[in-house]
């Protein structure tokens, strides 16, 4: 198992090796040796290269073998098919750490998806950890280590960054260099074939030197690996993470750069939230937020405090904080006394605080030490317009000397661009993050304060229900044996009551006569509906009649349903109809549905039925195993939940219950990964509980 610890001859190493060495300026290995010399690596540098010799006033050993001591880092910058015997000897030679720079592996297709897993194992066998291939390479500003290819090497500071591109991480290198952005650690993940995002991201929570921790990532390896460490690491810092490969065309750009899958949007994004981690879209967020992370402290509540030298700046920033969930602080009485002693009558001293606009760097001074005393105020926000009064310089020196003795968050938002600019500088410089316009400072307070309720959130009650599961597993493995994918319906309820999930008494008929027998064992009404595993959706092909109260009602629905069904659907198998008792007439209908993701597994969603959820995306999504927040949370995240809770006057449902089944569904995903999906669709749910009236179960 790799740990913080066992990766440190990897990002730490007191020795490197550059296998491929050149006196070539133009070689990749002649870029990295010079890379580590002008960084001022701290360590011992050991080119290697068959010819000997000299490179850059360095001896040169000619193979691993030679080496006087074993490195605890080997880059290797060689043409493709060497990289495997130049592993071997490395392994031979003790080397703690190999990163492969060398492209043309897993992305290429199956000869070189063959050779990375022989480099994999290799590690494996050996203890050599592996970065790689197709990696950039890997920078430490603590120890001076810059083993990349890239032109730029950034200034020290307490942010860490990993990316599974390595040309986006040269292009975030030169672009932090002109942004005086520090970093601690840089990594760049390459193919993955030894070490993974999981074990990056644990070892960088274990780092005392970065605070904050940022990543680009196309695809997840192992995503239960990946939320565990990620939920441990997320309790000690900020994880802000930016994933690609969200869309079709991203998805397929993903595999044909690393020949991985990029798994689902919905599955992604429901793993950052429970794992903790700040999920942006894209590059500007990202660093816009690990800025504020790294300079500022956490907001301890919603409670902001704007302050303003002009109405309309102010108005946009209340905004955006009703946008985001964050309150406009009401000022104390003894907050309101210092500001309207201080400020000109015509001044508003309610939030936004406007002290208009001739106001001078004093009036800034005056304001800003007034509101950081006052104890509603959870964090602060300071806007400024080139007035021809404004003092630029000075109104920042003002913010940053109250900056100096507040224990809150302090943002600014200069807005304008020449006259504003040495303002701006000023406040970047001294650790105040400073925006163009008051939105995105919103946004960073935003996520600031999520992450603090994040690390102080109750303890994550787990829940475990009873469940046959003997019975399942004899149901599924005979579906399999038998190559059936959809289960068929009464297999289904079986399943479902093994769980003990709510299903209403029903029979298969294939003739209206069976079906009028049927009912009358069941007692009317009765619901009568199509089944055929050809059919998604039976409202939608009219499959589906309701509340039937006589023999004659439920002749004539089977007449109209089976017609109908051979009109729409001339080639569909059709199994028969169902009769079913009737639930309650005016419940809600609710869906409850999971899917198997590639990379993080049991996906569940939830989400009212009918129209709303396909065409509004009215859709929340978890994944398995749920606590019993995460079942409280996904049934309240949708957009029409004031349905379910009573809206106009109506009764509001049994919450309770559907949280319940959620349960239910998330401990049968768990159990069984090769059910592929299950839908429960309808489930009806009134103020005395849920009964779920139809579903589906496919394995795959």
Known sequence: MLSGANLRPLLIPDSVAVVGASNNPTKLGHVILSNLIRAGYKGSLFPVNPGGGEILGLTTYGAPADLPSPPDLAVIALPRDKVLP????????????????????????????????EMADLARRRGMVLLG???????????????????????????????????????????????????????????????????????????????????YLESVDDGEKFLRKARLVTEKKPVIMIKAGTTQSGARATSSHTGSMAGSVEASAAAFHQAGIIQVHDLEGLFDLARAFSEQPLPKGPNLTVVTNSGGPGILAADACEGAGLHLARPSQQTLDKLTEALPPFAAIYNPIDIIGDAKADR????????????????????????????????????????????????????????????????????????????????????????????NRPYPVEVCFRR?????????????????????????????????????????????????????????????????????????????????????????????????????????YITGCLVQTMGPVKAQEVVVRFTQDPQFGPLLSFCLAGPSAEVLHDVSYRLAPLTLQDAQDIVREIKSFPLLRGARGADPVDLAAIEDILLSMSQMATDFPEIQEAELNPVLVDPEGALVADLRLTIG
Not at 105 to 113: A, K
Not at 154 to 168: D, T, V
Not at 187 to 196: D, H, I, R, Y
Not at 426 to 440: D, T
């Open 86 to 117: 130049a592993m071997e000897e490395l392994a031979d030679a003790r080397t703690g750490a190999v990163c492969v720079i060398t492209a043309g592996f897993r992305e290429t297709g199956r000869d070189g998806f063959e050779l990375e897993m």
């Open 133 to 215: 291939p197709n990696s950039l390479g890997l920078i430490n500003t603590g120890c001076g280590l810059n083993a990349t290819i890239a032109q730029a090497y950034p200034s020290r500071g307490s942010i860490a960054f990993f990316s599974q591109s390595g040309a986006l991480c040269s292009a975030i290198l030169d672009w932090a260099d002109g942004e005086e952005i520090g970093f601690s650690t840089f990594v760049s993940l390459g193919n993955k074939a030894g070490l993974s995002e999981a074990d990056v991201l644990e070892a960088l929570g274990d780092d005392p030197d970065t605070s904050v921790i940022i990543g």
């Open 364 to 455: 800034y001074r005056v304001t800003l030490e007034a509101v950081a005393e006052d104890e509603r105020t959870d964090a602060i926000l300071v806007l400024l317009t080139p007035t021809a009064s404004a003092e630029i310089e000075e109104t920042a020196q003002a913010i940053i000397d109250v900056a100096k003795t507040c224990e809150k968050p302090i943002f600014a938002s200069f807005m304008g661009d020449l006259r504003v600019g040495p303002g701006r500088e000023m406040l970047i410089r001294a650790g105040i993050p400073c925006y163009g316009y008051p939105e995105p400072a919103i946004r960073a307070i935003e996520a600031m304060l999520a992450h603090h309720r994040w690390q």
């Open 468 to 572: 046959d599961m003997g019975k399942a597993r004899s149901i599924i493995r005979k579906a399999r044996k038998l190559g059936i994918r959809e289960l068929p319906y009464a297999d289904a309820v079986s399943i479902a009551a093994a769980y003990e999930l709510p299903v209403p008494e029903a029979r298969l008929v294939r003739t209206s006569d069976q079906a009028v027998r049927a009912a009358k064992k069941l007692g009317y009404p009765v619901a009568l509906k199509l089944v055929s595993p050809d059919v998604a959706s039976k409202k939608e092909v009219g499959g589906v009649a309701l509340d039937l109260h006589s023999p004659r009602d439920l002749r004539d629905a089977w007449l109209a349903i089976t017609s109908r069904a051979q009109r729409r659907l001339p080639d569909a």
